[in-house]
């Protein structure tokens, strides 16, 4: 008898064997037998075969309608013999019973299931219902289809192009155009940034990084709303000075600008400040539009201001104006000390705005020392730089790395190249020019002055501090460390940062007597400081990408050619000619400041990223190596990077504004040498002081050092010969040629196949491991008895010892029994121990040598052919799990976990493992499917597939809290 039966969802035939009424054995057609309780029973028939049952009735079921099913049927529950009874109208045969069920069970719109073999009727509306929705998702797949099919062919859907932005940097997965941008990428293998490009959605690569910042920071756009004019004091003074600033070419922010106006007893030096906070103050429109931005954000070839453009030349420094300004004017004698200082609010005379690249080549080192020609605001200028050499020295903080060079970026939209709308050319600057340090001093004393003024007059204000090497900010006058000064206040760029503004509004009701916007313990103020600090963070991050991007440009209009580079760290390279900095896998290990050949093997524009290959060694390293430039404490960032995109990288050093400089007094013509002899150097006044309290430092240092030095006779023991011992491991195999690197020291060479297993290396010696030993049992138990014979006689020799002090020769000893010779059977048993061990032996080298040839890349993978291929793992994967972050923890789970991948040589995931957890399942199972979406990697090349048959990639995986997937080496444990 044969029946048919339901398991796990699916129908099933089989044989009875046995039947216990409750229970029977049944016999599947495949052959495999089972336990089947009798109520899981659907049919029971006799013909036809179990085989062939089910293989008829879906053929039959096909001619079977389903709608008229469902219109013939009661609305009652019922048994599916009985409904094809009814529908048969005869006593259905077991091939008809078993049609009706399958054909009622592939239809569950049309009859919902009660049980096994137990279906009821959907009511009308349900029924109506259901069949809509069915063909709402026929044709939602269809138009997923269709733009899959448009994307493939590099066309853009109609339906994609509002969508743009929401489906490169925030796709929505229940959306069918993000469904079918997914489709096209998996039958592609490309991004959706690289789909868009095809067709022709992105002009260029630079729109895709630029609407990607936009689209974050600034939603609405870069726009402005209409703002009523701000309306400045009428009776602020007019100050008496010709006031001229310093900038780039392109600067429209101009927020700083200086003077010089002679006394009785030296000169008044005046810096003076853009004063937009006298026109419009706090909780008004443009405060709300200036705390939203926080600041002005650069690029190259482009800017998004903080404030308006109307604004923004409202009140910045131009010439031929008498602008509202925020002065500081520094008291100085004829010697360059700072005898006082004020601070007023007034208007001030703009006469010129000087430009860099007019002013350097006349105004420069050569200049300084030799004189050079005459031009305007030379003397202006020499006597400026003189203060701020005297103001750098009273800060105890000289300026370092003069040889260095920095880099500015311009771009000219108006040229287009085969990457799109603009051409770039990135200038050389020297670091640390007369202009950089003037403008660096006088910005540092008006922060550094100001800031301590607020705080002696318990006004709140934004610090930034230093303590330890960490730079951050705070509303406590704390010091700058890095900058030598009690305390920095960011007061002069009130037009770019929300910082310098709220700064000047305190600084104005200080001036004025009044009460401050932000009283002390202000919640606005600290939350417009940690909103700073994460904005300011945020919008260098992309001015350094776009660097990076437009870096890469010009290496592809260079044509990709061969390049010098300097090493910064292990395989961290920075290009001579331009400020790219990538990782260049194939370069051996050189120290810091080598000089190296490379020639650019690929620029890839949408991941921004850049392929290398090394040449060779031009230079060893020398002691102007490249260093890292810490460049958040510059005192004017606009003088660092520029509207057009200039970058100044150096440390401007700043100064303590309250604490005086040391006494200098410019140096004295020196007397006429006497003909024929030598004459010594004369100093006099404020110089002779100096140069005493440089010679008596100097002379105490000298004598610390050498009373510091203390001579003591050699130890004669250390030079005592000492042996040291060789652990030697005795292998059982010889081999001819000397492995590349040794686990062990032996009295031959053997190079293990597959990977250097230690424990594996064990088990292939002579001697068989300890445990094993257990084997020999009959000569055991040879040796236990023979120690108990012997046991007594050992206690009597040990009490005899312990009765007298004579030592006793154990030769002499008779033992009271004789050992037990060994027998015969105990031989047999331990020469088939002996035999069973060399066969372990022998069976686990067979085994180790044939395993397949394993390569594990962790921290410490140097060798080129496994580093690159390392590499181009981790961007494919970083890349597609960037695409694929789980939507689950978007925004809100971030963590990382240990993870090792195993990859055969067709470049099949053969293994995943995690090492370490998250913490999160969502995570783990994120970066495990992020894997197989990679998957098939690169096959094996051929330098790597001779020797290695697996490779094995671990990594530690960080899911970041900017929705990406970063990997980072790790050694494997």
């Known amino acids: 008898m044969n029946l048919l039966f339901e398991e796990d969802g699916a129908f099933k035939t089989g044989t009875i064997l046995t039947d216990n009424d409750a229970s029977l054995q049944v016999e599947t057609p495949h052959g495999k037998r089972l336990k089947l309780k009798s109520n899981h029973v659907l049919m029971r028939f006799a013909q036809p075969s179990a085989g062939e049952l089910l293989q008829r009735a879906e053929a039959e079921a096909e001619g079977l309608d389903t709608e008229f099913l469902w219109e013939v049927c009661g609305g009652d529950e019922f048994a599916f013999i009985d409904f094809a009874r009814e529908y048969f109208g005869h006593e259905p045969s077991p091939v008809e019973s078993a049609s009706v069920l399958l054909r009622l069970h592939a239809a569950p719109i049309y009859f ?76 592609s293998g490309k991004s959706a940034a690289r789909l868009f490009l095809d067709c022709g959605a992105l002009a260029s690569t630079h729109e895709l990084h630029f609407d990607r910042f936009l689209f974050e920071y600034f939603p609405t756009g870069t726009g402005f709303p209409p703002v009523e004019p701000p309306a400045e004091p009428a009776d602020l003074p007019l100050a008496a000075v010709r006031a001229f600033s310093i900038d780039d070419a392109a600067t429209t922010e101009i927020d700083d600008a200086f003077s010089i106006t002679p006394t009785d007893a030296g000169w008044r030096v005046g810096i003076h400040i ?42 910045t420094l131009g010439e031929g104006r008498d ?22 609010i007034e208007r001030v005379p703009v006469v010129a705005n000087l430009r860099h690249h007019d002013i350097e080549p006349v105004f420069n080192e050569t200049t300084l020392t030799e004189g050079g020609p005459d031009f305007p605001w030379k003397a202006e200028l020499t006597l400026l730089w003189e203060l701020a050499t005297v103001l750098e020295a009273g800060r105890g903080k000289p300026s370092a790395n003069q040889n260095q060079v920095d880099f500015n970026f311009s771009v000219d939209w108006a040229q287009t190249t085969a990457d799109g709308p603009g051409r770039v050319e990135i200038g050389r600057r020297s670091r640390g020019s007369p202009l950089d340090k003037l403008v660096a001093e006088l910005m540092i004393a008006a922060n550094s002055t100001w800031g301590k003024a607020l705080a002696e007059a318990d006004i709140p204000a934004l610090y930034r501090a230093q303590t330890g090497g960490k730079v951050r900010m705070t509303t406590a006058a704390a010091p700058h460390e890095g900058l030598g000064v009690d305390c920095y206040a960011w007061s002069s760029s009130p037009l770019r940062r929300y910082v310098d503004l709220v700064n000047q509004w305190q600084l104005i009701a200080w001036l004025k007597g009044e009460a401050p916007p932000f ?113 958040a404490d510059l005192p004017s960032g606009r003088h660092r990077l520029g509207p057009a995109g200039s970058r100044l990288t150096a440390r401007q050093a700043p100064m303590q504004a309250p604490r005086k400089p040391p006494l200098v007094q410019p140096t004295p013509p020196a007397p006429p040498v006497p003909s024929g002899g030598f004459a010594w150097p004369t100093f006099t006044g404020a110089t002779a002081r100096y140069a005493l309290e ?137 020469a088939a121990a002996v035999a069973r061990i060399e066969a372990q032996i022998d069976k686990d080298l067979m085994d180790y040598a044939s395993r397949p040839r394993k390569k594990f890349i962790g921290a410490r993978t140097q060798e080129y052919r496994f580093a690159q291929y390392a590499e181009d793992w981790r961007q494919k994967i970083e890349r597609v799990g960037t695409l694929n972050y789980p939507e689950a923890a ?10 090792s991948v195993t990859i055969g040589a067709d470049g099949n995931v053969q293994n995943i493992e995690i090492q370490r957890s998250s913490g999160h399942k969502v995570l783990d199972e994120a970066a495990r499917r992020i894997v197989q979406l990679a998957a098939p990697y690169p096959a094996f090349p051929p330098d790597i597939r001779k020797d290695t048959d697996v490779i094995e990639i671990t990594r530690t995986w960080t899911f970041t809290n900017a929705d990406m997937v970063k990997t980072s080496s790790r050694e494997k444990d």
Not at 153 to 162: C, I, K, N, S, V
Not at 285 to 302: C, F, K, W
Not at 323 to 344: F, K, M, N, Q, W
Not at 732 to 744: C, E, F, M, V
């Open 519 to 631: 009283p002390p313990k202000s919640a606005d103020l600290i939350a417009a400081m940690r909103d700073f600090e994460l904005t300011y963070a945020a919008y260098a991050e992309f001015q350094r990408g776009m660097e990076r991007y437009w870096c890469l440009r010009w290496l592809r209009q260079a044509g990709h050619p061969q390049m010098s580079a300097r090493v910064l760290r292990e395989s961290l390279v920075r290009l001579e000619a331009i400020p790219l900095i990538f990782k260049l896998p194939s370069m051996p290990t050189l120290p810091p400041g080598t000089r190296v050949q490379l020639a650019i093997d690929s620029t890839d524009l949408v991941d921004i990223e850049v392929r290398a290959t090394y040449l060779e060694t031009l230079a060893e390293a020398t002691g102007d190596a490249i260093e890292e430039i810490d460049e």
């Open 890 to 899: 978007r925004g809100k789970l971030y963590g990382s976990l240990l993870l």
């Open 323 to 344: 602008c509202p300004a925020l002065s500081l004017y520094l008291e100085v004698s004829r010697d360059l000390i700072v005898t006082g200082h004020s601070s007023r």
């Open 112 to 187: 919902h299931r009660k049980g096994r073999g137990r279906f009821r009727k959907a009511p009308a509306e349900i029924l109506q219902a259901a069949l809509a929705g069915l063909e709402k998702k026929k044709q939602q797949a269809a138009a997923i289809e269709r733009m899959r099919d448009e994307l493939l062919a590099g066309t853009l859907p109609e339906e994609l192009r509002p969508l743009l932005r929401q489906l490169l940097y925030k796709p929505d997965r229940n959306r069918l155009e993000t469904k079918a941008l997914e489709a096209a990428g998996a039958e």
């Open 694 to 830: 440089w010679g008596v430092g100097l002379s105490l240092l000298l004598h610390a050092i050498l009373l510091s030095v203390h001579f003591v006779m050699p130890d004669p023991d250390q030079f005592k010969g000492k042996s040291k011992g060789l652990e030697v491991v005795l292998v059982n195999s010889r081999h001819a040629q000397r492995p590349d690197q040794a686990d062990l020291l032996a009295q031959a060479n053997l190079d293990g196949g597959g990977t250097n297993d230690k424990q594996k290396a064990t088990l292939a010696t002579p001697l068989p491991p300890q445990e094993q030993s257990r084997l020999g049992n009959g000569l055991i138990e040879a040796q236990r008895r023979s120690e108990q014979a012997q046991a007594p006689q050992m206690q009597a020799m040990t009490a005899r010892q312990g009765k007298t002090a004579i030592a006793v020769d154990t030769q002499q000893v008779t033992p009271s029994e004789a050992p037990r010779q060994v027998s015969g059977y105990d031989l047999m048993d331990s």
């Open 274 to 315: 853009a004063a937009p906070g006298i026109g419009f103050g706090r909780e008004s429109a443009l405060d709300a539009i200036a705390r939203e931005r926080l600041s002005t954000v650069y690029m190259p070839g482009n800017k998004i201001t903080m404030l308006p453009e109307d604004i923004v030349a409202r009140f």
